[in-house]
């Protein structure tokens, strides 16, 4: 039944309602109100609660379907209590009367290395921010520093002089309200500016750079070179002249991992493994660069249509020796979220603030189905992150997921066609699709795609606390925490640890099975990751969290594993290192900093919600 309601609500009409919702919750309240809520063109409150965002949302998806009752219906029933969480734009976009994208975030490439090419860029990247989606590009086309060029000037200031610029758009773009622009650039590893790009963000005189997260894009020749102590080949060719010269592999690595042992950035991509296993690498579809969080590597004009399974609501006799999934309801539950994010894609064609954007769209019709919750998860099971057991649970899992979202794909395939530029041909080339069950290869073959790609587990920045649980695959982060929004310092208790106490007692003392991001090993880290890459088509945004006196050779190990593990990529973030949006809650230290800068791996898009009610 749809809840009685006003018109529009005043914000001390719909405060309490949303409070009551989140049962005293201020921080889910605020992050909901402020960040999701429906509201008019004058700033007033249509959606004084969850409940009618859940209606709204199933309704707009709902009316691409013939049978626009039924799937109504089922959505509403997806999305109800957090089942499953769509991305930030799509909650905040559908049905929006303002002018904003339901797609989180798009890979515009620069054309050329010309005043044209980084104009346009500018033009279509601020033409995409001020639609509320966030942008990745790569730097490669951008001559390096020195190099010689034919107008007023003698020569180029380098491909990391622009990134300033681009950066400094991305900040004023975000200035005017509650959204942060946000922005990934890449450099390849092999560029003339890479030692000058990995260090950007370290030099005080660049502070602009702090409005972009940065990657270096690594190759397996890199890291090969690296291995035997060889040298590394740095190019570029203009019209003009052939750049090119050679430096230790040795100097270029111990810049990359000593910069982020300091600063947290830059992160790395393993470029050929995402290529390798890309299942988008013929007729116009070849992934080019990553989105903001890099969780979804993408052809130019590329959106990332984004969506999480939160598995803590699948979880059946939670805490107890009989604890086990609900494979069944989990299964219906990935069938119908990649339903729901495919008819995102026709629901928000008319939104994307470029027609490259959509022709991209349309043509490949990209989801990017993830799994929030995790930890928590792990946790209801009885299983202490990031040991083997969890690690076996996670392959478990991950390769469910990963069968129902195609069988999903494959009957809408059936249904509604495969996506325009699907060839079954080339589509088995891709490693990963030859290693899917041969029931799923057949129907593959036999009816096609849906999806050109299924599979990315983001973040899930707010979203993981509007919906009360963990992040992404990420671990807890603490039990008792301080986070920092918009100035406002809330003391976060993880709300997994209210649910045990109401079944067990106030004074019950919690069981092994409640970690934390800094009791866990990193290098099982390491290993939970690359478990799950092995499912997931596309990628995934991770963050090791390492203590603050881990040495430089720890993220070096870490670097290594990963690449040796199949990882598509790979961030760390040391305590210390870094300003971060939340931190221990440790009552004796008195006072508390405000922090605003999200560590790397946390995608801004996601993270920072409007200005505080207070």
Known sequence: MRPSQPDVWTLDQAWPRAEAFFQGDALRAEVFLYRYALRDLEGRWLEPTPEFMWRRLARTMARV????????????????????????????????????TLFNCYFIPIQADSIYGITRWMFE???????????GTNADVLRPRGAKVRNAGLESSGAVSFMEVFSTLTGVMGASGGRRGALMITLRVDHPDVLEFITAKNDPE?????????????????????????RVRLWFQTPHEAIERFVPARQIWQALVESAWASA??????????????????????????NVCGEVPMEPYGACNLGSINLTAFVRAPFTPQADLDWDRLAEAVCQAIRFLDDVIDAGASRHPLRAQRRASE?????????????????????????????????????????????????????????????????????????????????????????????????????????????????IFALRYLRHVAGQAYAVEHPLVRQYRQVYG????????????????????????????????????????????TPVSTVERLYWKAWKLGCKGITVFREGSRASVVEPLQEEKGVYRVETEPPLGVCVVCEVPAPSRR
């Not at 990963?402 to 794909?409: F, I, L, R, T």
């Not at 495969?418 to 041969?438: C, D, K, T, V």
């Open 65 to 100: 379907e013939k049978d626009r009752a039924t799937w109504e219906k089922k959505f509403w029933a997806l999305l109800e209590d957090f089942r499953f969480v769509p991305g930030g734009r799509i909650l905040f976009g559908a049905s929006n009367p303002r002018s904003a």
């Open 125 to 135: 990247a601020a033409k995409t921010y001020g639609m509320g989606g966030g942008v």
């Open 206 to 230: 660049r502070r602009h750079i702090r409005n972009a997260n940065i990657s270096v894009r690594v190759s397996d020749a890199f890291m090969e070179a690296l291995a035997h102590d060889g």
């Open 265 to 290: 950035e830059p992160g790395v991509l393993f470029w050929d493994q995402v290529v390798r296993r890309s299942t988008t690498q013929y007729n116009g579809m070849a992934v080019q660069g990553v």
């Open 363 to 475: 043509r490949s019709r990209r989801v990017g189905l993830g799994l929030m919750g995790l930890a928590d998860c792990m946790v209801m099971l009885n299983v202490v992150y990031g040991s083997p057991e969890c690690i076996q649970w996670v392959d478990r899992i991950l390769a469910f997921v990963k069968k129902a979202a195609y069988q999903a794909s494959i009957d809408l395939g059936r249904e509604k066609g495969p996506f325009p530029a699907f060839n079954a041909r080339h589509h088995e080339r891709s490693p990963y699709i030859q290693e899917l069950p041969g029931p799923i290869r057949q129907g593959l073959r036999r009816h096609g795609l849906r999806n050109c790609a299924l599979l990315a587990i983001a973040p899930t920045g707010s979203i993981s606390i509007l919906a009360g649980t963990s992040s992404g695959i990420e671990p």
């Open 506 to 549: 106030a004074s019950s003392p919690l069981p092994p099975a409640f970690v934390t991001a800094h009791q866990i090993d990193p290098e099982a880290r390491v290993e939970l990751q690359a478990v799950a890459q092995r499912h997931v088509d596309q990628s995934i945004s991770s963050t090791v969290n390492l203590p603050e006196d």
